[in-house]
């Protein structure tokens, strides 16, 4: 079982980061998935994202049962966004072509994100940052791989469609020592702010920033 860290935050939210590493066949021993989930997963014809897909399960299903919970699967609402069956807390998964990161919290929607830093992120920049955060991050990949985490952790814990990264979505100042703070949406034309508070961690050439 590839766990590379577990660890708690804000009280009472759990991350697990799992590496991939293990086969198909490896994966799907005594994973706990529902029929809609099976589907779902007959559908994925390429074999990298089948790994991705089976070890998001396992991870989630790892971090579930090592808080003493019951895991029945899971399944998504109308947006996409995960919930467990059981609902016995609230959770969010990503993953990337190395890495699965898993959590929950007992006590409050979350999102989680974590991305490569890679230049690819200074081309699309202008896309997702306002034009102080723009000015802020200039051209160093790892803040802009940090704004891109935390605008899409925050994205996902929100749970629909219409946010706009660039326009909704904005992010206190951030150093590459800070660990938490925070970031809030405005929604167009309106004033008031919902803030969020954000963990940041990394792993190796990796940044991944849970919100909640």
């Known amino acids: 079982m590839p766990i590379v860290r577990e660890w708690g935050v804000f009280e009472d939210c759990k991350i697990l980061v799992w590496q991939i590493a293990e086969n198909i066949e490896t994966l799907k021993q005594d994973i706990v998935v529902t029929s809609e989930e099976w589907q779902e997963y007959m559908t994925i014809s390429h074999p990298q994202k089948q790994l991705e897909w089976l070890t998001g399960r396992r991870a989630m299903q790892a971090l ?3 808080q003493g919970l019951h895991y029945e699967g899971m399944v998504k609402d109308e947006y996409g966004k995960p919930h467990l069956r059981n609902r016995v807390a609230e959770i969010s998964l990503t993953h990337t072509l190395r890495y699965v990161v898993a959590s929950l919290s007992f006590s ?5 994100d974590l991305e490569r830093v890679a230049p690819k992120l200074l081309r699309v920049a202008p896309k997702f940052l306002s034009e102080e955060e723009e000015k802020y ?3 160093d990949f790892r803040k802009l791989c940090t704004y ?3 605008k899409e952790a925050i994205y996902k814990l929100y749970g629909t469609k219409q946010l706009s990264f660039k326009q909704e979505i904005f992010i206190h100042d951030f150093t590459d020592q800070t660990e938490f703070w925070e970031g809030y949406i405005c ?3 309106q004033s008031q702010r919902y803030y969020y508070r954000l963990h940041r961690f990394e792993m ?9």
């Open 148 to 150: 891109w985490c935390a």
């Open 108 to 112: 409050a929607p979350l999102g989680v």
């Open 137 to 139: 991050a200039l051209t």
């Open 64 to 66: 579930v049962q090592n």
């Open 187 to 189: 929604h167009r034309n």
């Open 204 to 212: 190796e050439d990796f940044v991944g920033v849970l919100a909640v």
